[in-house]
């Protein structure tokens, strides 16, 4: 089964009309979106359900919101009524992310076995929900490096991985390299093109040597989960136009 591709909200803002953005992103040809924006907007997931039924585009993934440690009871009761959203929705995956990274200094240990333990109480209620909770390692994140994000997974077994391939790359961890390596967590992809540090459509940055041959590695390992892509959001055209963009350039290499 090939990998299957879907749109990520973000683009269209924390207030975007829902059933207009889905059929934007459904006429683009795209097979599904990653959810962003609050629980508050989106309302109950019997309206999300209905509407995504209504345009044919399930949902692919659920994105949490507060990024905690351990201690912070607050963020960790909001992740895990995004959770449970996600199970109602049928997704396939939970997204979460790490606090902001301090500044001028690398995490200690200590910093990074408290946002372990905030990720595997997560992954225990997405485990017991049939969700996989997915870590998106990011730049300017407490964790962003390989030695950080592997000693983090280490911390927190039931924690699976989302890789952004973009980002892999930015921190100067071959994707391929990383696919290969991390095959057995990966549950969920990210996708994004970048031009010296500048997000743009998928097929127009620079960092990647390939983005075939990432696709090819995806076949490789034998992924067939969600790769959820961004446009750039960083030009000057809109959310539909971008989304149109980038599936028209993964159509041109294949996919």
Known sequence: MPVQLAYNTLEWGPTPNIKSMLAEIKAAGWDGWEV???????????????????????????????????????????????????SDVNADAFVIMAPKRPPNRTPTRDEIISFAGFAEELSAVGEDLGVPVTFHFHT????QAED?????????????????????????????RCLREMNERVAYLHLQDY??????????????????????????????????????????????ERAIACRKYLREIGH
């Open 140 to 143: 300017g994140q407490l964790v």
């Open 36 to 86: 962003r924006q609050s629980l508050d907007w989106l309302g109950s997931a019997g309206r999300i359900n209905d509407l995504a039924a209504e345009v044919d585009l399930p949902v692919a993934a659920v994105c949490g919101q507060r990024w905690g440690m351990s201690d912070d009871w607050p963020a960790l009761e909001l992740n895990k009524r995004r959770i449970e959203f996600a």
């Open 148 to 176: 950080e994000v592997k000693l983090t997974l280490d911390l927190a077994p039931r924690l699976q991985l989302c890789v952004d391939l973009s980002h892999a790359q930015l921190m100067e961890w071959d994707p391929i």
């Open 195 to 240: 031009k010296g540090w500048r997000y743009v459509n998928l097929g127009d940055g620079d960092i990647f040597q390939s983005i075939p041959a990432l696709f090819e590695t995806m076949e490789e390992i034998g992924f067939e989960g969600w790769l959820t892509c961004h446009g750039g959001h960083e030009t000057d055209q809109t959310a539909s």
